[in-house]
């Protein structure tokens, strides 16, 4: 009996995320547990690509963050730290649909980043840019299921 009570235990171990998520009314962020900024990254474009999206820019901001800091005769803040922009013509076609202001929100970008051996995924919540706008909301959900996709 111990010894099937302790299978069980330790089998459900393994079954805990290895993430946790932390929201408030601007950012929708995840902190990976156990995996490095590299593999976190590689596994959100794996998660962008196969969702059909492209990424269209990729910028190293925690290297010329730390560039200018340095500069500045300052510390650098970020270890690891890319900001993707991504894109997909048919969302963006809906996106338009919508309210052509919405040509604003294309790329849309998510964030990865590493500071004190801790590692982040993030996006900034999408707002609607009129009353009944309803594709904030799917952008949103759309963001936040690649990002927890890529880090299951």
Partial sequence: MKKSFLLILFLCSFLSANYEIIENENLFLVKTHNTSFKENLLN???????????????????????????????????????????????????MVEENFHNINYCPLAISIYEKDNKNFISYKFYKPFKKDDQIANKINETLKNLIIKSVE
């Fill in 44 to 94: 959100l474009k794996d998660e962008i690509n196969f969702q059909g999206f492209t990424i269209v820019y990729e910028l190293n901001l925690a290297k010329a963050t730390n560039e200018v800091a340095q500069i500045l005769e300052k510390k650098g803040i970020l270890k690891e730290g890319i900001n993707l922009g991504i894109c997909k013509s048919s969302f963006t076609l809906q």
